[in-house]
């Protein structure tokens, strides 16, 4: 079960990080782009790293998401007035 | 006919280094340091209980000291970047988007302040906290409870630098016990926590400081 659940883990992790890449749009990527910190911090707890899986959800996920959304919000403002 | 082949040449080619590199990992010998016993057997001297606080503020505590560092030199390169341009009024986002922020509020606050004092005993610890603080203003400022920074005031400054200049204080301080950051052993556990809750604040105005200052619209 928790085989099940590791490979699965690591295979949306995978998918995640490569659709985040190849997708054409950039709204689309900054959201599979916060999934994937969350995907990778429970990667972090599965590998008994909570402390890097807490550290991983906070800043990787939450802030570094906010702020990457936070400039998409004004580069559109700027290509489009 | 050409192109192809030679995108199936840079594929095996590709494909062959990836193998080269997984066989090259999977043929890693055990680390010849390993720091697990010491670590464990000095844990009671440490003033904590968690094995990872430890390392971060007792055993390696000069690194955790240049990190905060490293993080206030590069906000004050931020601030020297960002001049002093006029910040525009918020934009008030949707009253449900704005009551959920209110709600959260308080209980991100309430989970920072048990994140530092868990940090001692089982997974949490400064960083952890402050991150959750500064979220927590991000998310202020994100439904147009808080506006954007201009010009940090003289409290601003003193809350930036505080964790920094306590942790510097507390090693100046303990410069007669022999090196850098060795903790008495009696007051280790009191000295840990002083650092992180000084580390917590100024994290989290850092980080924080890192988005306000930065989120005004230019030509609005």
Sequence with gaps: MTLAF?????????WTAWRTLAT?????????????GLLMSLAWARLAAPDIGLAEAAIGAGLTGALLLDAYGVLRRRVRP | MKRRVLVAFVLTLALAFVFLLAG????LGPTTIDLRAPVAAHLAQ????HPVTAVL??????????EIAVLLVALLALLAVVGDAPVPPSRAAHPVLQTLA????????????YLLWAGAFRPGGAFQAGAVLAAAAVLLHLVGLQPGWSRPRLGLRIGLAAGFVLF????TGLLTQGSLLQYPPAAAGVLILLIESGLTVSLALILASLFLFLSREEGA
């Design chain 1, 6 to 14: 590791d490979l699965l883990l690591a295979l949306s992790l995978l």
């Design chain 2, 102 to 113: 209110r709600l959260a509020t308080p209980l991100m606050i309430v989970v920072a302040v």
């Design chain 2, 168 to 171: 510097l204080a507390v090693a």
């Design chain 1, 24 to 36: 054409p749009r950039l709204d689309r990527a900054l959201v599979l782009f916060i999934v994937f």
């Design chain 2, 46 to 49: 440490s003033g904590v209980t």
């Design chain 2, 57 to 66: 503020l007792n055993y390696r505590g000069y690194d955790t000291l240049l």
């Design chain 2, 24 to 27: 090259a990992m999977l043929d």
